[in-house]
T-cell receptor
Framework: DAGVTQSPTHLIKTRGQQVTLRCSPK?????VSWYQQALGQGPQFIFQ???????QRGNFPDRFSGHQFPNYSSELNVNALLLGDSALYLC???????????????FGNGTRLTVT | GQNIDQPTEMTATEGAIVQINCTYQ??????LFWYQQHAGEAPTFLSY????GLEEKGRFSSFLSRSKGYSYLLLKELQMKDSASYLC??????????????FGRGTQLTVWP
């Protein structure tokens, strides 16, 4: 049973460039959330996708956008990269139970983005 | 807003017991999670508390007091492989149906032989 998979594992970009990160949720999961984890910090919620729509968004600028595909996989796009965007980007999957998303999140190993 | 506080670092020796505390202030409450994260790896789920009291799972136990906004993770019979960051995360009332978690900064635990 495959867990949450993310690609690429590492990425180096320069300021002003754009980046796309990819995530495949755990089998049986239909919801994907993205978190940003700066060095020495806890993960910070970026947004959540369910039924191919953004359902909730954290305190991140519009440079951060996403997409969910019919197979539940997801992409995170970041435009006009800043040095401060350097972080570990974690994808987490869960599933809708009918009353909410009450189950624990399952995380992927993340994509380490370095902006120079 | 949400404020979750936990110690930055802790050390302990192999075979010992360690308690990692977490305090939180959130707008409503709908569950507290503990995750373990080894360097360069994904956070993995350890425990979940939504009611007051102690939840035990093998060498790991987690306690919650909602009135005090307080939780702890207890690790017994420490092993070298327990060296990791331990993340406390809270789900507030507003996001209870959406699954969003608010994380603390994590406690880096180092286990010495």
């Amino acid at each position: 049973d495959a867990g949450v998979t993310q690609s690429p594992t590492h990425l180096i970009k320069t300021r002003g460039q754009q980046v796309t990160l990819r995530c495949s949720p755990k089998s049986g999961h239909d919801t994907v959330s993205w978190y940003q984890q700066a060095l020495g910090q806890g993960p910070q919620f970026i947004f959540q996708y369910y039924e191919e729509e953004e359902r909730q968004r954290g305190n991140f600028p519009d440079r951060f956008s996403g997409h969910q595909f019919p197979n539940y996989s997801s992409e995170l796009n970041v435009n006009a990269l800043l040095l401060g965007d350097s972080a570990l980007y974690l994808c987490a999957s869960s599933f809708y139970t009918g009353t909410g998303w009450n189950s624990p999140l399952h995380f992927g190993n993340g994509t380490r983005l370095t902006v120079t | 807003g949400q404020n979750i506080d936990q110690p930055t670092e802790m050390t302990a020796t192999e075979g010992a017991i360690v308690q990692i505390n977490c305090t939180y202030q959130t707008s409503g409450f709908n569950g507290l999670f503990w995750y373990q994260q080894h360097a360069g790896e994904a956070p993995t789920f350890l425990s979940y508390n939504v009611l007051d009291g102690l939840e035990e799972k093998g060498r790991f136990s987690s306690f919650l007091s909602r009135s005090k906004g307080y939780s702890y993770l207890l690790l017994k019979e420490l092993q070298m492989k327990d060296s990791a960051s331990y993340l406390c995360a809270v789900r507030d009332e507003q996001s209870s149906t959406l699954g969003r978690l608010y994380f603390g900064r994590g406690t880096q635990l180092t286990v010495w032989p």
